[in-house]
């Protein structure tokens, strides 16, 4: 099992550009997370999906949007970069049962936007 | 939106010390967990705690679930150099765990000097 992992590791993005990060996870979870971290802030919940087909916001949802396609996929998308985006990306997964709200990490997202 | 206050910020021991952190909230929480974060990595579970009062030890690690739920601590005894990184506290509120979603803290920054 790969477990969750993402794409791209690292990106410099210019002000105004857009991309998409992509997490992808094989354990079948239910629960998808994307999360940035910044210093000091530790990590801040940007959108989720408690399903396929189904995202909802999280504390932080603006100039971001996501999409669940496939159960196994969460994309992250930033239409039109600004360098507060600048952080670190992880995406997390986990099931959906009572006692098993552990979340599982990607390796994370380096974004630099000038 | 929701907050927990994760303390110290930054801790920095000699070897074979120990280390006592921990998180409080004004909310109540069903979950506490603990989750270290390596270099360049994601955040990666330590300690699961689901019942009030509950002590949990992985290891050198030693957890607590408080008895208002609304705190939990977490020591670690007779440090050593891997023992650096990113300590973050993370909690479900009541009535969240039908979206799984997690309140992380700040971040404890522990770095042990051999």
Known sequence: NAGVTQTPKFRVLKTGQSMTLLCAQDMNHEYMYWYRQDPGMGLRLIHYSVGEGTTAKGEVPDGYNVSRLKKQNFLLGLESAAPSQTSVYFCASSYYSPREETQYFGPGTRLLVL | ?114
């Open chain 2, 1 to 114: 939106g929701q907050q927990l206050n994760q303390s110290p910020q930054s801790m920095f021991i000699q070897e074979g010390e120990d280390v006592s952190m921990n998180c409080t909230s004004s909310s109540i929480f069903n979950t506490w967990l603990w989750y270290k974060q390596d270099p360049g990595e994601g955040p990666v579970l330590l300690i699961a705690l689901y019942k009030a009062g509950e002590l949990t030890s992985n290891g050198r690690l030693t957890a607590q679930f408080g008895i208002t739920r609304k705190d939990s601590f977490l020591n670690i005894s007779a440090s050593i150099p891997s023992d650096v990184g990113i300590y973050f506290c993370a909690g479900q509120l009541r009535g969240s765990s039908n979206t799984g979603k997690l309140i992380f803290g700040q971040g404890t920054t522990l770095q042990v000097k051999p």
